[in-house]
């Protein structure tokens, strides 16, 4: 198994830059995905790794390889790089059978025809596709096209994975199944993966690590528990999490030693180990964190429903305070309510997180 | 999260390590590489050749001696010029063809762009009777060379003016035609018209296709009647397509060389083409480049107008759309006349000449059309000194026989050359879209586009009499018919490429690279084979104008390679109409053969590539 560095990437397209500057370390085996909005220099990244892109600058190093870098002048073309890569298209050969898409470049390689045949065999029983060798790519539907795409990748059988948004183009259900089979195929190859979307479901199922990217910047390189639970800046917080993270913002007070946030109808007690330095907080909290009740309680806030909607396992639900500050809940179950009655919500002050409104980063860790 | 820009830290320019860096990041990019390969081959063959005769038009050369016993060899000087704007002989030389050139432009671009657009509006919009069969032949002229119809005129209207046989009409009436029929401006006007009209009709009828019926629907619910949906929205649609067709047939028409030159010539009506020939004939060299760069000069200006006019939009565009509905047009009691109109015009646009041009091949004597002195003697005869010079019929000629074999190998080479070279050209442009180099490339390999044919013959001459660089002279030479005919094609064939890659997603060639894959097994695995289809039509097109070429390589032509079009343009001004005839026929069915064999074997693609360019 071998690791992946990438030490001060950097890529501009013209004046346009791709990725401002880019530290990543992927220990060997494990499973990272890049995960961030359109846009935000992702793909860059991966295809930078590939050698599909050219760096302006920065060090990339493919377990003792150092594959690029512009200090020392070092480029190897991507053929050369020995990698496995999954394009959100799959990409396979149009003009070419199931069986010479994956063997072709096997046979290049210059491998026993032994070798070729039974590396061939192993992955299409893998993928469950031997009855499909002598298809045509447009005779196979999209779930098994992406199944040659993988077993293209077992063939190869390459120490390091990289993968594009592989299963954006398949539909809900075949996706959940799909991603069940990536997992297995990084498994059994004991790959360091890198994996590319802007799903975050398939980003906090699949990975052991997260990174998080906007404009060309990391914003955070955690667990998938932690990237939710502990997100280190508003924009992590904001961009995990469905439905979205509620907001608030509000005013520090202190009544006694005792530090709160006003936000107009609600109160927040701060934790104690905070001690805002700014007049003004911003504190987020999970929608399904939010507790409610259908009775008044002591110090819990009257709020009215603007929409109900129930997903069958869960329901999402849109209140207002009376100062129209709106939160949106997330409860297990089908709830059946109706637009306009009340309810009783309490935000629990050990689950919220609180944020610099300057420099967006989260206060407490 | 502040983090700072850091400065790239380069190592300097000079040094080994970047240079050694620089070696394996263009190593990195097969198509730069290739893209400038391909740019300094085109700048060779396209620019260089136009410097040449800029360079040789303002200095003298040996022939100019006759004029000038005391000038310098290689000095400068504006005699050219003078010769053809100033002086005396310039009403003769530039003045007259140019308004005999423009003229004809005109009326021929008018009457077959005209003639062009109703018959694709007729056949893709409305409903027709015969469609399928119509549209099917209204494009044959396209593949047969644009003069067939002037050696069938010819045979219709020929008069006692310039002595030999006579004409059927002559024959068969006991009256001669006017001048004015026989020769001249006139029949040059109706014989390109009925050919160019299919260029029209192919551009404009691939342009009609794409004209969605919802737009001109919606026009109807605004309450437009149908005349004005047809001018505010329709032809407005079509601007673009309509402009290219235009400046398309119009400079073809001013380096067209093979109608004026059997129709105009025998009475000395020049154009600007046979103007040309005939100063290239008379060794006056320098006025043959001049007049050439005039051609040049007025092709590019049509061209920047249209362009200018139409606005940014390429002048060829076509506008690619899917899923939209087209609605016939009924034509309601004008169905039949319409059809019966069509089949008429196809009738002696088409079939007519074919059958003149068969009579012709089969009759004894030059200029008796009767039903008994007919004979295969010019298809199967083994010679007779009697008959035409003891020439022997097609079957036995070894001068035919070896153009024919020329033809057809400058068709395929030519063909084969061209499909490369739009590959690669297509290759190098599409993977390094938004570069300069792309840019570039794109542009020059356009080039072509705007010399009039004439006047790249010209060039070409200039430049390769003598030795060039490392290709030895190649006047006289089969490849410099490959090479003019390469040259000419490659603003078509290049777009095919072009268009063939642009439809190869990038993904499928950076995954066989990821996987190991080196670049030319990438290209003989992957490209290629993936391209093949998309560049037939391309191939097509640059075998069938191989093979019909007059105007491009007449100046080229000598006994050694000699083709089947110059042969026919021989046995013609040696007043030899049967074997003329009888050649012409063999042209044109190989080159229906060959469009029909390819049609068959690309399932139905052939010249439908065509209507996008």
């Keep these: 198994m071998e690791k992946i560095e990438l030490r001060g990437v950097q890529k501009s397209y013209g004046k346009e830059p791709a990725v401002r500057h880019l530290d990543l370390s992927i220990d060997p085996g494990s499973f990272l995905t890049i995960l961030g909005p359109s846009g935000c220099g992702k793909t860059t990244t991966l295809r930078t790794i590939a050698g599909l892109e050219e760096p302006d600058a920065g060090e990339i190093q493919l377990g003792d390889r150092v594959v690029f870098s512009r200090e020392k002048g070092i480029i190897v073309p991507p053929e050369h790089r020995k990698l496995g890569l999954i394009f959100q298209s799959y990409a396979l050969w149009p003009h070419m059978t199931v069986e010479r898409n994956i063997t072709l470049a096997l046979k290049e390689q210059k491998l026993s025809a032994r070798e070729v045949s039974s590396r061939l065999e192993s992955a299409l029983e893998k993928v469950r596709l031997t009855a499909f060798r002598n298809r045509y790519p447009s005779e196979l539907s999209g779930g098994q096209?992406?199944?040659?795409?993988?077993?293209?990748?077992?063939?190869?059988?390459?120490?390091?994975?990289?993968?594009?948004e592989p299963l954006s183009n398949l539909d809900a259900k075949l996706r959940t199944e799909m991603r069940t089979e990536l997992k297995r195929l990084h498994r059994?190859?004991?790959?360091?993966t890198v994996y590319v979307t802007h799903d975050q479901i398939e980003a906090l199922t699949l990975s052991d690590m997260v990174v998080v990217m906007n404009d060309g910047l990391v914003m955070q390189q955690?667990?998938?528990?932690?990237?939710?639970?502990?997100?280190?800046?508003?924009?992590?917080?904001?961009f995990i999490g469905d439905p979205q993270i509620n907001r608030f913002s509000g005013n520090v007070i202190n009544e006694g030693g005792i530090m709160s946030l006003d936000c107009g109808d609600l109160k927040i007690t701060l934790p104690p180990e905070l001690t805002p330095k700014t007049n003004t907080l911003i504190a987020t909290a999970r929608p399904e964190s939010i507790r409610i009740s259908e009775v008044a309680n002591e110090g819990w806030e009257r709020v009215t429903l603007d929409s109900v909607q129930p997903?069958?396992?869960?329901?999402?639900?849109?209140?207002?305070?009376k100062n129209n500050i709106s939160m949106r809940l997330l409860q297990p179950g089908f709830m059946r309510k109706e637009v306009g009655d009340h309810l009783w919500v309490n935000l629990d002050s050990t689950a919220l997180d609180f944020f610099d409104p300057e420099s967006e980063q989260n206060l407490i860790n | 999260m502040a983090i700072a820009q850091t400065e790239i830290a380069k190592p300097p320019v000079f040094s080994g390590r970047n240079l050694y860096y620089q070696y394996y990041r263009l190593r990195n990019r097969p198509e730069l590489i290739l893209g400038v390969i391909c740019l300094i081959v085109l700048a060779v063959l396209v620019l260089i050749p136009l410097f040449e005769i800029i360079y040789d038009s303002l200095t003298y050369q040996s022939y100019d001696l006759a004029y000038r016993p005391d000038a310098e060899v290689g000095a400068f000087t504006l005699f050219h010029l003078e010769r053809i704007f100033t002086g005396p002989l310039s009403y003769a030389l530039l003045i007259k063809p140019l308004m005999n050139s423009v003229g004809i432009g005109v009326c021929v671009t008018v009457l077959g762009v005209g003639v062009g657009t109703g018959l694709a509006w007729l056949l893709v919009r409305t409903n027709i009777h015969g469609k399928g069969i119509f549209s099917a032949l209204v494009v044959i002229p396209y593949m047969m060379p644009s003069w067939v119809l002037a050696l069938a005129w010819l045979s219709l209207f020929k008069n006692d003016r310039i002595g030999g046989s006579e004409g059927m009409f002559t024959s068969f009436f006991g009256v001669q035609p006017p001048d004015w029929v026989s020769y001249g401006f006139f029949p040059i006007v109706i014989c390109l018209s009925l050919h160019y009209y299919a260029y029209g009709y192919l551009l404009m009828s691939g342009a009609l296709a794409t004209v969605d019926s919802e737009l001109e629907e919606a026009g109807a619910i605004c309450g437009m009647n149908r005349r004005q949906r047809l001018w505010r929205i329709t032809l407005p649609l079509l601007m673009p397509a309509l402009g290219s067709a235009i400046v398309l047939t119009f400079i073809r028409i001013l380096g067209t060389f093979g109608t004026p030159a059997l129709l105009g010539l025998p009475v000395r009506f020049f154009t600007f083409s046979t103007q040309i020939y005939a100063s290239l004939n008379a060794r006056n060299n320098g006025d043959a480049y001049v007049l050439a760069l005039v051609l040049i000069v007025m092709a590019i200006t049509f061209i920047?107008?249209?362009?200018?006019?139409?606005?940014?939009?390429k002048s060829y565009v076509t506008v690619t759309g899917k899923g939209f509905r087209q609605n016939e047009i009924g034509l309601g009691v004008w169905r039949w006349p319409a059809t019966i109109a069509v089949a008429f015009f196809i009738t002696i646009s088409v079939v007519l000449p074919m059958l003149i041009l068969l009579w012709e091949s089969l009759i004894i004597?030059?200029?008796?059309?009767?039903?008994?002195?007919?004979?295969?003697?010019?298809?199967?005869?083994?010679?007779?000194?009697?008959?035409?010079?003891?020439e022997p019929g097609i079957v036995h000629s070894p001068g035919i026989l070896t153009a024919l074999w020329n033809s057809c190998k400058l068709g395929v080479i030519a063909a084969v050359l061209n499909g490369l070279m739009g590959l690669l050209i297509g290759y190098a442009a599409v993977r390094g879209r938004g570069t300069l180099l792309s840019k570039w490339l794109e542009g020059v390999s356009f080039a072509p586009y705007i010399f009039p044919s004439i006047a790249l013959g010209a060039i070409y001459i200039g430049m390769f009499s003598t030795p060039f660089g490392p290709l030895p002279a190649l006047y006289g030479t089969f490849s410099i018919l490959v090479l003019i005919t390469v040259v000419k094609n490659l603003p078509f064939t290049s777009r095919t490429g072009i268009a063939a890659m642009m439809q190869i997603d990038k993904s499928l060639e950076e995954t066989a690279r990821v996987q190991g894959i080196g670049w030319f097994r990438r290209m003989t695995q992957i490209i290629i084979p993936m391209s093949t289809s998309g560049l037939i039509s391309g191939m097509l097109l640059t075998f069938i104008t191989a093979m019909r070429e007059l105007s491009l390589i007449i100046l080229l032509l000598s006994p050694t390679n000699m083709v089947?079009?110059?042969?026919?343009?021989?046995?013609?001004?040696q007043d030899m109409t049967q074997h003329s005839g009888a050649v012409t026929l063999l042209l044109v069915m190989i080159i229906i053969g060959v469009n029909l064999f390819v049609l068959v074997l690309s399932g139905g693609k052939g010249l439908s590539g065509l209507k996008s360019g």
């Design chain 2, 365 to 390: 004597t030059p200029g008796v059309y009767s039903l008994e002195g007919l004979t295969s003697h010019f298809w199967l005869g083994e010679g007779d000194p009697d008959i035409a010079y003891g």
């Design chain 1, 222 to 238: 955690a667990t998938p528990y932690d990237i939710y639970h502990h997100p280190s800046n508003l924009f992590v917080a904001e």
């Design chain 1, 145 to 164: 096209q992406q199944r040659v795409a993988v077993a293209r990748l077992i063939a190869l059988r390459s120490q390091f994975l990289l993968m594009d």
């Design chain 2, 564 to 573: 089947l079009t110059g042969l026919i343009f021989n046995y013609n001004e």
């Design chain 2, 304 to 313: 920047w107008v249209n362009n200018r006019i139409i606005g940014i939009r």
């Design chain 1, 188 to 192: 059994d190859l004991e790959a360091t």
């Design chain 1, 311 to 321: 997903t069958g396992a869960s329901t999402i639900l849109q209140v207002r305070s």
